[in-house]
């Protein structure tokens, strides 16, 4: 499996980080995790490109997560790729029915299906997948992600992904992700910053420490402007609860699970 940051900023643009945006690759398939402003760039960056893409996944229906939606579906059908797969939780398919409904030239243009997803197990593009739903301002879902057994040539134990979604931090999440070789969690803000439906990373730290679950690597996305020049000090605040390997991920960055 691989795993390319698109997008690791928020909804406050910071110049340097797109907005919310995963490709998972692999034998299987190629499947788009969220689609925030940025996202289609980020995916012509790719060798994948956004013809390439054969399903888009959403965990939740904010702004930043769902702004290039109707961009990807204008670049596909341009360049001649008009069928897509586009999954979510509840009311994913009204979004872009209602989306198309504002571009209207748009809505005959593409062969669109839609599949909505809760805190269950589901396979797409290549993936077994389960959802989680975690503690956000809006329905949102962590998902983890493993490749589908049928793409995998080797026997044994699968790797898994888990990305949080945008999520205060708590126990029940870590342990969701037990065994995973790497979390993407949320980490919108420094300790300085009072805020809610995001963790700071004191509060990260401690979670991580307390839950029973464990984690290979930890990888803070969803980054607002505030943690600029705060990254030092952001991993020590975990540190001094979270012994583990933390990073921040930047848009760009790839990484085989194995």
């Not at 209602?98 to 209207?104: A, K, N, P, R």
């Not at 949320?186 to 991580?208: K, R, Y």
Request: aromatic letters at 8%.
């Amino acid at each position: 499996m691989r795993v390319t940051f698109l997008g690791t900023g928020s909804a406050m643009p910071t110049g340097e980080r797109f907005q919310t945006g995963l490709l998972l690759g692999s034998d299987g398939g190629n499947l788009l995790v969220d689609c925030g402003s940025g996202v289609i760039h980020g995916l012509q960056r790719t060798d994948v490109g956004y013809e390439g893409v054969d399903a888009v996944l959403l965990t939740h229906h904010h702004l930043d997560h769902v702004s290039d939606l109707m961009p990807l579906l204008k670049a596909r059908w341009l360049a001649g790729a008009t069928e897509l797969t586009v999954a979510g939780p509840e009311g994913t398919e009204e979004l872009v029915t209602d989306l198309l409904g504002v571009h209207d030239y748009m809505r005959d243009r593409m062969d669109l299906s839609f599949r909505e997803v809760g805190p269950e197990p589901f396979s797409l593009a290549g993936f077994d997948v389960t959802g989680f739903e975690v503690r956000h301002s809006m329905y949102c879902l962590a998902y983890r992600f493993e490749e589908s057994e049928s793409s995998v040539s080797d026997e044994g134990d699968r790797p898994a992904f888990v990305f949080s979604g945008d999520t205060e931090a708590f126990p029940g999440l870590v342990d969701f992700a037990d065994g995973a070789a790497v979390l993407a969690h949320d980490c919108s803000f420094p300790d300085s910053v009072d805020v809610d439906n995001h963790p700071t990373p004191s509060e990260l730290g401690a979670v991580l420490a307390e839950a029973e679950g464990e984690v290979g690597r930890v990888y803070l996305t969803h980054l607002y402007p505030h943690t600029d020049g705060h990254h030092d000090e952001m991993l020590d605040s975990i540190g001094d609860n979270y012994d583990g390997d933390v990073r921040f991920a930047s848009d760009g960055l790839s990484l085989d699970i194995d």
